[in-house]
């Protein structure tokens, strides 16, 4: 436990002064390297989940932590702010107090975020590939599964709040996506409160953002189904195979173990039609600070079970990423990406019949 404790405080000090994800895990590490009820529990919650790596739990306790205070109507504005005493206090009442219900989501829960913009590049792909035809699509790590709802529920952009987009040429995106079934597989069921609670201090303005797309897409997509289910079953379960056109996979893939992800391409193989599309949003490799909002964008074509050479049709620019290699740049308020306009235009007209 010394080690587990030692390495917590270390990923702890890489982060940013600011970042408010630095004084709870230093305040976790240093509980945890001493006898104290906090350590008990996490010896508890530790010997049901040995996968669990010093990165994984910080987060895991932030985001429970959040669950139980909001189940409670607390205020939670200090939470960005708390030094590192103030949170070994936090932390040890809340043991104290929850328990149970503390270890049970320590357990059984990870953490889930569910942002709507992330979906527009599936709109985009869907409007460009298939234009009014008929579309089959599966959002793989679907959250809330309000994504594909956003990308049916869409006409012209007005869903993905957040994204300037006049300077993606409208035509591209406009009208809507004739989506004729859809389905969204994750391993947890959508847990709206659970996902408000994944939030961040300084990003709260996500929690609302969630309650808005929840009500305006609510029962408007009965096309759209849930099924909890490993994505890496996805190729056994007969009625999923050779069913979609495109699969999404939005900040999912970062979230395998990357031994199992050649193993993830080949079950999305299993999934497709004869001929399809799988996009992939995820963090440009160079970004090594992750930050949620910032994304690229690659479509890969597959053909008979077989991924093609990605086509990166938009690109994220962050603190972090600052390559500008396509000509036509779009700015959006939390997330600037690039739009390479080629890589739509030059697939082959058949390619979508
Ligand atoms: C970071 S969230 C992204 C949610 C949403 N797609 C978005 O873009 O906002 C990743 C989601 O993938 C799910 N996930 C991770 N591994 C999975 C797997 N093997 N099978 C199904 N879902 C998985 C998680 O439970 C989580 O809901």
Known sequence: ????????????????????????GIALGQLIGTESPTKDTILDVLAARQQFTPEHLPPLLFSSLQYLALKDGKGLSSFGTMNSEEWKKYIEN????????????????NVQSFIIRRYFPAKLLA???????????????????????????DNNGEMFNGIELNEVPK??????????SGVGVDLFEPDKEWV???????????????????????????QLSFRKLDALEMGEVPDLQDRFDIAVASGMIY?????????????????IKRKGFLLVNDYP?????????????????????????????LKAESPFYRKSRYPRPFVATQWRGTWEPNSSFAWPESWFC
Not at 255 to 271: C, D, R, Y
Not at 285 to 313: C, H, M, W
Request: hydrophobic share 40%; glycine share 6%.
């Open 1 to 24: 436990m010394g080690e587990f404790s030692e390495q917590i405080i270390h990923e702890a000090n890489r982060l940013a002064v600011e970042d408010p994800r630095r004084n709870l």
């Open 94 to 109: 809340a043991v104290n107090v929850h328990r149970p219900d503390l270890t049970k989501l320590l357990k059984e829960r």
């Open 127 to 153: 409007r460009v590939a298939y234009g009014d035809s008929p579309v089959s699509m599966l959002d793989i790590g679907a959250s809330l599964n309000l994504g594909l709802a956003a990308v049916a529920g």
């Open 171 to 180: 035509n591209l995106y406009d009208g809507r996506v004739n989506l004729a």
């Open 196 to 222: 408000k609670a994944c939030i961040w201090p300084g990003h709260e303005d996500e929690r609302d953002t969630i309650e808005r797309a929840s009500a305006s897409l609510k029962d408007r997509t009965p």
């Open 255 to 271: 979230q395998l173990q990357p031994e199992l992800k050649a193993k993830f391409l080949e079950t999305v193989g299993k999934v």
């Open 285 to 313: 490799p160079e970004v090594n600070a992750k930050d949620s909002f910032t994304y690229s964008t690659e479509v890969i074509p597959i053909v008979d079970g077989l991924l093609r050479q990605p086509l990166k049709i």
